[in-house]
């Protein structure tokens, strides 16, 4: 079984909220990693995502201390386009 691990970064301009983290996040960049698995048995290459993990605090926060959590991509998905959505009737 191979593992792909892909390292992104996320920018919330305002505070938001998953549903696997315990309260409200602030505002900030986050490292998100992505993990896939190699699907086997194919005549071409493909993989299916296992796993995506959020790492707190935000990069920008003074806290040293990271933990990852295990969240949905489509939550966060959500959580990104209503970040961005909000930030432009802000501006």
Do not use: N
């Given at each position: 079984?191979t593992?792909r691990?892909?390292?992104?970064?996320?920018s919330f301009?305002?505070?938001?909220i998953l549903?696997?983290?315990?309260?409200?996040q602030p505002?900030?960049?986050?490292v998100?990693?992505?993990d896939?698995?190699l699907?086997?048995?194919?005549?071409?290459?493909a993989?299916?995502?296992v796993?995506t993990?959020?790492?707190?605090p935000a990069?920008?926060?003074?806290?040293?201390?990271?933990?990852?959590?295990?969240?949905?991509?489509?939550?966060?998905?959500?959580a990104?386009?209503k970040?961005?959505?909000?930030?432009?009737?802000?501006?």
């Amino acid at each position: 079984m191979t593992i792909r691990t892909t390292r992104t970064t996320v920018s919330f301009s305002s505070p938001f909220i998953l549903q696997s983290l315990e309260g409200i996040q602030p505002a900030g960049e986050y490292v998100v990693l992505l993990d896939d698995e190699l699907i086997e048995g194919l005549s071409w290459t493909a993989y299916r995502r296992v796993a995506t993990l959020l790492q707190t605090p935000a990069i920008s926060a003074s806290q040293r201390q990271v933990q990852s959590f295990s969240i949905s991509q489509t939550e966060l998905d959500a959580a990104l386009m209503k970040d961005r959505h909000q930030t432009i009737f802000l501006h």
